[in-house]
T-cell receptor, first 114, second 113 residues
Framework: AQSVTQPDIHITVSEGASLELRCNYSYGATPYLFWYVQSPGQGLQLLLK??????LVQGIKGFEAEFKRSQSSFNLRKPSVHWSDAAEYFCAVVPSGGYNKLIFGAGTRLAVHP | DAGVIQSPRHEVTEMGQEVTLRCKPI?????LFWYRQTMMRGLELLIYFNNNVPIDDSGMPEDRFSAKMPNASFSTLKIQPSEPRDSAVYFCASSLSSTYEQYFGPGTRLTVT
């Protein structure tokens, strides 16, 4: 079955530290890949997306993600975390030929220590 | 653009009552999605429309739930009768078929007592 896995339910980092959130997917072809962020009490906001081309994509708020076909991964990174980055992060995919439906991972909740 | 608009933002109702949630997608978007989010079950896709036509409603929990999209700028999600287990945040999202990016509304927090 097609799925998206975010192995880490909770992550805590110190402000200023680097961050990497993991995402793995299981599909035959290369899907379209997304990262969304949800701040408390808010809807989901698109951080970045990968469709094709350069496997390192830049997003808003200083985030980047790298697509690795061999590992079926699309990990999200940020070199220096700010307290305002505390939120829940969702990885999502649109399977090739899957209309515009998104398959979401379960999410990773990020806490930032001052 | 104003983004996806949902109303009401908060709804508190008693068990057995009818609840109607409303959504206005971004102008020009041809896909509309309804999601439900709870702590226990996470984010669930309930139903989605393409050009006002329901494409997949397999996520609708039961017959008490129904959704309509009478035109390109309006959709409703109705629960009748409501039950306490329907308490959740309901999100509407829209997208353009050529870009796949979904834009989410702020959500409606539903509490059924």
């Amino acid at each position: 079955a097609q799925s998206v896995t975010q192995p880490d339910i909770h992550i805590t980092v110190s402000e200023g530290a680097s961050l990497e959130l993991r995402c793995n997917y299981s599909y035959g072809a290369t899907p379209y890949l997304f990262w969304y962020v949800q701040s408390p009490g808010q809807g989901l906001q698109l951080l970045l997306k990968y469709f094709s081309g350069d496997t390192l994509v830049q997003g808003i708020k200083g985030f980047e993600a790298e697509f690795k076909r061999s590992q079926s991964s699309f990990n999200l990174r940020k070199p220096s975390v700010h307290w305002s980055d505390a939120a829940e992060y969702f990885c999502a995919v649109v399977p090739s030929g899957g209309y515009n439906k998104l398959i979401f991972g379960a999410g990773t909740r990020l806490a930032v220590h001052p | 653009d104003a983004g996806v608009i949902q109303s009401p933002r908060h709804e508190v109702t008693e068990m057995g009552q009818e609840v109607t949630l409303r959504c206005k997608p971004i102008s020009g978007h041809d896909y509309l999605f309804w999601y439900r989010q709870t702590m226990m079950r996470g984010l669930e896709l309930l139903i989605y429309f393409n050009n006002n036509v329901p494409i997949d409603d397999s996520g609708m929990p039961e017959d008490r739930f129904s959704a309509k999209m009478p035109n390109a700028s309006f959709s409703t999600l109705k629960i009748q009768p409501s039950e306490p287990r329907d308490s959740a945040v309901y999100f509407c999202a829209s997208s353009l078929s050529s870009t796949y990016e979904q834009y989410f509304g702020p959500g409606t927090r539903l509490t059924v007592t």
